[in-house]
């Protein structure tokens, strides 16, 4: 049984480019949620998302962030014109339910804005 | 949303001994209580949760309380290993109940 698989594991973007990241949830699952990590500190929620809904996205930003979760394919979270506060670590977790029990996160994408 | 406390942000034990990492919440209405380990540039992962309904639930070395009249809760792990050593994160739900909220991490290192 897969866990959640994210890609890239890395990117690299200049200031001003757009960054695409992309979660696949563990089989059964489909509830996902994204998370980001700054240097040696915690996980912070950005948005979850059901299939085709975004359900809560109180921790985006509302600006250059999106997200989305088609019926087909992986979510994706969306950043466009990258500054170089994006660099962080970017987490999606799966869950089988829509509560917050038992989420398990993919290996995330580090971001680097140059 | 949700406040989580943890501390201590660093401990350093000797193998065989003890740990202890505590934290708090803000929200009576919690009920679901993870513990994450995290290694260097890996993910984290889930190794013990607990649920409101009990104070104590218990996997091999680790364990999980929780006193909900506090409203803190105490990841233990005994006979620790050097592989033990890594990054631990508490979580509680966010007010939203969808989410968690993260405490700020304790990072652990276990020496021979």
């Known amino acids: 049984n897969a866990g959640v698989m994210q890609n890239p594991r890395h990117l690299v973007r200049r200031r001003g480019q757009e960054a695409r990241l992309r979660c696949s949830p563990m089989?059964?699952?489909?509830?996902v949620y994204w998370y980001r990590q700054l240097p040696e500190e915690g996980l912070k929620f950005m948005v979850y998302l059901q299939k085709e809904n975004i359900i809560d996205e109180s921790g985006m930003p509302k600006e250059r962030f999106s997200a989305e979760f088609p019926k087909e394919g992986p979510s994706i979270l969306r950043i466009q014109q990258v500054v170089r506060g994006d660099s962080a670590a970017y987490f999606c977790?799966?869950?089988?339910?829509?509560?917050?029990?038992?989420?398990?996160f993919g290996p995330g994408t580090r971001l680097t804005v140059t | 949303g949700e406040n989580v406390e943890q501390h201590p942000s660093t401990l350093s034990v000797q193998e065989g001994d003890s740990a202890v990492i505590k934290c708090t919440y803000s929200d009576s209405a919690s009920n679901y209580f993870p513990w994450y380990k995290q290694e260097l540039g890996k993910r984290p992962q889930l190794i013990i949760d607990i649920r409101s309904n009990v104070g104590e639930k218990k996997d091999q070395r680790i364990a999980v309380t929780l006193n909900k009249t506090a409203k803190h809760f105490s990841l233990h792990i005994t006979e620790t290993q050097p592989e033990d050593s890594a990054v631990y994160f508490c979580?509680?739900?966010?007010?939203?109940?969808?989410?968690?909220?993260f405490g700020k991490g304790t990072s652990l290192l276990v020496t021979p």
């Open positions: 979580a509680a739900p966010d007010l939203s109940g969808y989410a968690l909220n």
């Open positions: 089989k059964g699952h489909s509830h």
């Open positions: 977790a799966s869950s089988e339910t829509g509560a917050p029990y038992e989420q398990y």
